[in-house]
């Protein structure tokens, strides 16, 4: 009996382990948004728990474009969400389900992505990237994809050969992947439980047609719903919960939405909504490409490359997820993000965002008025 429990619990710490590099995200065409622009949605999830978001200048060979990065990456070298000065977007979140060969020198999605922003003007660009990649890619992942024409895809995507699934061909005009592959092995892979949490939670705005950047960064990032127990815990009065199978996790280190651009409008009106850190306790910030676009406590401009922003809300994680001892890690104290006083660090977020969002928007009317609108 000793023998088995001591399986059943490394059985447990490597579930919890291995699915620490994962990912929730969606794609969302322009018909389902209030404005007719597209939206890119990465709630991510590494063992990285810094980031940092920079602007990279455009070269004589490539284009200028804006991604989150790792704070330890000083060169920049591995874009983990993104996008350039010609509308183009990408992220990634990986898969287990589509590797078929045992190539072992992978995780290369931050390269990959990184010549997609440099070099990528449409989604057939990305397409034709993937096509003349030398082989094998060292990859696992859907790539999800948007731009200035406003068509959006995931490729699911090995060492050899990908899958496309298009977004104009879903019929209610939106597509979410987690970390197993639609083309893959049936029943492996990570997330569906989290990927099921976020179809039931843009139900309602699938119905109504009112997507914003907001429903992802302040409901889905922010949100304890658990799809397979039909169970909402965001505002119960539990004091500790189990960190499992939620879209926010603790290994979760942004929220980012990329909203593209509709019909006639300069790919230069792109904009990133940007939540680092554990996305519960985050503050949005707007990124524009340009100089200057990059509010600087969102860069890496602190020891190690930290980005201050980003520092400030990995604290309060911290305390929220306080217990060391045992298995302590994996249990999120919920009180210090909802109570019944209204001063928990996500109520407060919450309140704080509104303005965030007012004063991003704001941003963006003065600069289709000034300079960017395609007439």
Same mark, same amino acid.
């Not at 083309?183 to 705005?205: F, P, T, V």
């Not at 490409?289 to 969102?298: A, M």
């Not at 490359?305 to 997820?321: A, I, M």
């Given at each position: 009996?000793?023998?088995?429990?001591?399986?059943?619990?490394?059985?447990?710490?490597?579930?919890?382990?291995?699915?620490?590099?994962?990912?929730?995200?969606?794609?969302?065409?322009?018909?389902?948004?209030?404005?007719?622009?597209?939206?890119?949605?990465?709630?991510?999830?590494? $063992? #990285?728990?810094?980031?940092? @978001?920079?602007?990279?200048? =455009?070269? &004589?060979?490539?284009? %200028?474009? +804006?991604?989150?990065? /790792?704070?330890?990456?000083?060169?920049?070298?591995?874009?983990?969400?993104?996008?350039?000065?010609?509308?183009?977007?990408?992220?990634?979140?990986?898969?287990?389900?589509?590797?078929?060969?045992?190539?072992?020198?992978?995780?290369?999605?931050?390269?990959?992505?990184?010549?997609?922003?440099?070099?990528?003007?449409?989604?057939?660009?990305?397409?034709?990237?993937?096509?003349?990649?030398?082989?094998?890619?060292?990859?696992?992942?859907?790539?999800?994809?948007?731009?200035?024409?406003?068509?959006?895809?995931?490729?699911?995507?090995?060492?050899?050969?990908?899958?496309?699934?298009?977004?104009?061909?879903?019929?209610?005009?939106?597509?979410?992947?987690?970390?197993?592959?639609?083309?893959?092995?049936? $029943? #492996?892979?990570?997330?569906? @439980?989290?990927?099921?949490? =976020?179809? &039931?939670?843009?139900? %309602?705005? +699938?119905?109504?047609? /009112?997507?914003?950047?907001?429903?992802?960064?302040?409901?889905?990032?922010?949100?304890?719903?658990?799809?397979?127990?039909?169970?909402?815990?965001?505002?119960?009065?539990?004091?500790?919960?189990?960190?499992?199978?939620?879209?926010?996790?603790?290994?979760?280190?942004?929220?980012?939405?990329?909203?593209?651009?509709?019909?006639?409008?300069?790919?230069?009106?792109?904009?990133?909504?940007?939540?680092?850190?554990?996305?519960?306790?985050?503050?949005?910030?707007?990124?524009?490409?340009?100089?200057?676009?990059?509010?600087?406590?969102?860069?890496?401009?602190?020891?190690?490359?930290?980005?201050?922003?980003?520092?400030?809300?990995?604290?309060?994680?911290?305390?929220?997820?306080?217990?060391?001892?045992?298995?302590?890690?994996?249990?999120?104290?919920?009180?210090?993000?909802?109570?019944?006083?209204?001063?928990?660090?996500?109520?407060?977020?919450?309140?704080?965002?509104?303005?965030?969002?007012?004063?991003?928007?704001?941003?963006?009317?003065?600069?289709?008025?000034?300079?960017?609108?395609?007439?």
């Amino acid at each position: 009996m000793k023998v088995l429990g001591y399986f059943l619990i490394c059985c447990a710490i490597f579930q919890f382990s291995f699915n620490a590099f994962a990912c929730t995200s969606a794609i969302v065409s322009g018909n389902r948004t209030i404005n007719g622009r597209p939206l890119l949605w990465k709630n991510r999830d590494t $063992g #990285e728990e810094d980031n940092k @978001i920079e602007r990279i200048e =455009a070269t &004589d060979s490539t284009y %200028e474009y +804006i991604a989150i990065f /790792n704070a330890s990456d000083s060169l920049c070298r591995e874009a983990w969400m993104g996008y350039n000065s010609q509308g183009f977007a990408v992220m990634n979140t990986a898969s287990y389900n589509i590797k078929d060969d045992n190539f072992g020198e992978m995780d290369k999605e931050g390269l990959l992505m990184t010549k997609a922003l440099q070099r990528c003007r449409t989604i057939d660009d990305f397409q034709a990237l993937l096509r003349s990649l030398p082989k094998p890619l060292g990859v696992e992942a859907n790539f999800g994809v948007i731009d200035a024409k406003g068509d959006g895809a995931y490729f699911e995507t090995n060492n050899y050969e990908f899958v496309r699934f298009d977004l104009k061909d879903s019929p209610n005009g939106v597509l979410t992947r987690s970390n197993y592959s639609y083309s893959g092995r049936e $029943g #492996e892979g990570y997330g569906y @439980i989290r990927e099921q949490n =976020a179809i &039931d939670l843009i139900e %309602e705005h +699938i119905t109504n047609n /009112n997507f914003t950047p907001a429903v992802f960064t302040e409901k889905l990032s922010r949100t304890f719903y658990h799809s397979k127990l039909n169970t909402d815990f965001t505002h119960s009065d539990a004091e500790w919960i189990i960190d499992q199978d939620f879209i926010p996790r603790r290994t979760s280190t942004a929220t980012i939405v990329i909203e593209g651009v509709a019909q006639g409008e300069s790919p230069y009106l792109t904009m990133m909504w940007v939540g680092l850190g554990y996305p519960p306790c985050s503050s949005i910030r707007a990124v524009w490409l340009g100089e200057g676009g990059v509010p600087k406590e969102l860069c890496g401009i602190g020891v190690g490359g930290h980005s201050p922003l980003c520092d400030l809300t990995v604290k309060k994680k911290h305390e929220v997820f306080s217990l060391k001892r045992g298995s302590g890690k994996y249990y999120l104290n919920l009180q210090l993000l909802y109570n019944r006083h209204g001063n928990g660090y996500c109520q407060k977020a919450l309140v704080e965002n509104v303005f965030r969002y007012e004063q991003g928007y704001a941003e963006r009317e003065k600069r289709a008025k000034n300079f960017f609108t395609i007439h």
